[in-house]
């Protein structure tokens, strides 16, 4: 069971890179999609108009016009057979106009197929994407089976859960807003980078959890931290965006606003990071709480500045921090963003960083 976990990590993986690279095309030929969405209505009204009014006025229509004008100062019959050729030369050119526009109608421009390229590359990608995290969500069940325990032990299955949990809640965003979905590119990146890290840098083979961990309270704790972070984690993404898209739209048009250009606009993406941290928040206040009694009872005492404790911390001020400055408004938003992004860096600090760099009652993460 632990082997077929790990082949469904490295597939996980691979999946997720597909998913990338589909959005990436849809990125790339995305340019073209809204000329594609205006160019058939622009050929449909054209032939409208050639059909009822065009022929009408244009061409034939005036020229017959001025001959049964010609014709009534003569003789009324010769008036009448100018109208008559009149009336034929504009069904005539109302034939020939409609057929033209029927014709365009029927042969897609160019602009068109590259606008159908984009959406496909786009929905392809969103499926791949749910197929991976179908994976990933497989290769976390098969190794807490084989553990016996929730996959949530050291550094390698604390980070594969948390990977989970943000491309979840990317997919139940992505059925609220489908708008969004460009937003995919940058958040497999992020996948791919932190699935393969675990994979390749964070391996640790299935033991037994330490004493210390043999606790009701490891669920509730461990639970809520994870959930938190895979949200934080997600989060990051829309602040990132936001904070590049603002700058495009204000003229700015070096790297990496550049990257921007076929962003959502940046209001949206302001309120999405909101939303997102605003909602885990509250989750991450009850977990670091949980995390303080559960300290109570297995090391007699809630608090005791070890170096999780004290960077949990921080990550909490700084995301409080966030949310009351994106409260004010004389902040500026873009500088209410940079604190988000600033508490997702103490949060890698967090789970990165104090486990590799510093010894405590924590430093059980299998590195």
Do not use: C
């Not at 938190?228 to 602040?239: H, I, M, N, Q, R």
Request: proline letters at 4%; zero cysteines; glycine letters at 10%.
């Amino acid at each position: 069971m632990s082997a077929l976990s790990d082949q469904l990590v490295s597939i996980a993986t691979l999946v997720y890179l597909l998913a990338m690279i589909s959005h990436a095309v849809e990125y790339a030929l995305g340019n073209s999609r809204a000329r594609a969405v205006v160019a058939p209505a622009r050929e449909l009204v054209g032939a409208a108009v050639g059909a009822v009014s065009t022929g009408a006025v244009d061409g034939p229509a005036v020229d017959g016009g001025a001959a049964a004008g010609r014709g009534s100062a003569g003789s009324a019959a010769t008036g009448s057979a100018a109208t008559g050729s009149v009336a034929a030369g504009d069904t005539s050119a109302a034939g020939r106009t409609s057929a033209a526009g029927v014709g365009s109608t029927a042969a897609p421009s160019r602009a068109e197929r590259t606008a159908r390229r984009a959406e496909l590359g786009g929905r392809v990608a969103v499926g791949l994407t749910a197929v991976a995290a179908a994976l990933h969500l497989a290769a976390l069940v098969t190794r807490g089976l084989a553990a016996d325990r929730m996959p949530w032990g050291n550094m390698y299955e604390f980070v594969l859960t948390v990977s989970f949990i943000g491309v979840a809640a990317w997919l139940t965003v992505l059925v609220k807003w489908p708008f969004l979905r460009r937003l995919g590119l940058f958040l497999t990146l992020v996948m791919v980078l932190l699935v393969a890290t675990a994979e390749l840098v964070l391996y640790t083979p299935i033991v037994p959890l330490v004493p210390a961990l043999n606790s009701y309270w490891f669920i509730v704790h461990v639970s809520t931290i994870v959930f938190a972070s895979g949200l934080f984690l997600l989060g990051v993404v829309p602040a990132a965006a936001y904070l590049m898209r603002a700058g495009y739209e204000n003229g700015k048009r070096s790297f990496p606003y550049t990257l921007a250009k076929r962003l959502p606009a940046a209001a949206g993406l302001e309120r999405l990071t909101f939303v997102l941290h605003a909602f885990s928040f509250p989750i991450f206040t009850f977990a670091v709480i949980a995390g303080a009694i559960w300290a109570e009872a297995a090391w007699g005492r809630p608090w005791g500045w070890d170096p999780k404790e004290t960077w949990a911390f921080i990550s909490w001020v700084v995301y409080a921090g966030y949310l009351h400055a994106r409260a004010t408004p004389s902040v500026r938003r873009n500088v209410a963003t940079w604190l988000a992004i600033l508490g997702f860096l103490t949060v890698l600090m967090n789970l990165f960083g104090v486990n590799i760099f510093f010894e405590g009652l924590h430093s059980y993460g299998g590195l």
